[in-house]
T-cell receptor
Framework: KNEVEQSPQNLTAQEGEFITINCSYS?????LHWLQQHPGGGIVSLFM???GKKKHGRLIATINIQEKHSSLHITASHPRDSAVYIC???????????FGAGTRLTVKP | GAGVSQSPSNKVTEKGKDVELRCDPI?????LYWYRQSLGQGLEFLIY????????KSGLPSDRFSAERTGGSVSTLTIQRTQQEDSAVYLC?????????????FGPGTRLTVT
């Protein structure tokens, strides 16, 4: 079993829909990252959080440390949100990063 | 300002040859990370550098892989005697420091193909 599990693996939505991507992890962590990888391959860090909730524009990320679970929400989704979203956790020793397999999101106009 | 840059963007090499991949971090960033993304698989941590400290090599898949960081800035990832399973996109990232609170900025990657 992977230490970082994401769901769903693939997600197709209509423009304007509310999107939720989930991440569960089984190890102790010092921080959790949400990354966005565009079709061309470039990776952008969206959020880094160790507790609570963060919001940036239409994106919201939450984490529940006790339940070892994080969610990434996209409100009013748009075709330009189409990308692979990757959950990554940094271990308690703050050294290595472990990655989920990613969620491929396609938003149709 | 300039982001993280990597070169070459693409590299095709024959099995058994050595390759060097270069990463130029954002100026002033003391932490530098190397990751690998194999086709159809997720990202994999390889190695990180923090300032002049000895690197954490715990993620390197074999002793054919090594990395250096000269002058606390540019880094080179070297793969000796390349194998076909080394084919992947190699990504570099940098951050202000190796601390949980600092965001990592990713480069565009080097796509390595071993034939």
């Amino acid at each position: 079993k992977n230490e970082v599990e994401q769901s769903p693996q693939n997600l197709t939505a209509q423009e304007g829909e509310f999107i939720t991507i989930n991440c569960s992890y089984s190890v102790g962590i010092s921080a959790l990252h949400w990354l966005q990888q565009h079709p061309g391959g470039g990776i952008v860090s969206l959020f880094m959080l160790s507790s609570g909730k963060k919001k940036h524009g239409r994106l919201i990320a939450t984490i529940n440390i006790q339940e070892k679970h994080s969610s990434l929400h996209i409100t009013a989704s748009h075709p330009r949100d189409s990308a692979v979203y990757i959950c990554a956790v940094r271990g308690e020793n703050n050294n290595d990063m472990r990655f989920g397999a990613g969620t491929r999101l396609t938003v149709k106009p | 300002g300039a982001g993280v840059s990597q070169s070459p963007s693409n590299k095709v090499t024959e099995k058994g040859k050595d390759v060097e991949l270069r990463c130029d971090p954002i100026s002033g960033h003391t932490a530098l990370y190397w990751y690998r993304q194999s086709l159809g698989q997720g990202l994999e941590f390889l190695i990180y550098f923090q300032g002049n400290s000895a690197p954490d090599k715990s993620g390197l898949p074999s002793d054919r892989f090594s990395a250096e960081r000269t002058g606390g800035s540019v880094s080179t990832l070297t793969i000796q005697r390349t194998q076909q399973e080394d084919s992947a996109v190699y990504l570099c990232a940098s951050s202000l420091a190796h601390r949980v609170s600092y965001e990592q900025y990713f480069g565009p990657g080097t796509r390595l193909t071993v034939t």
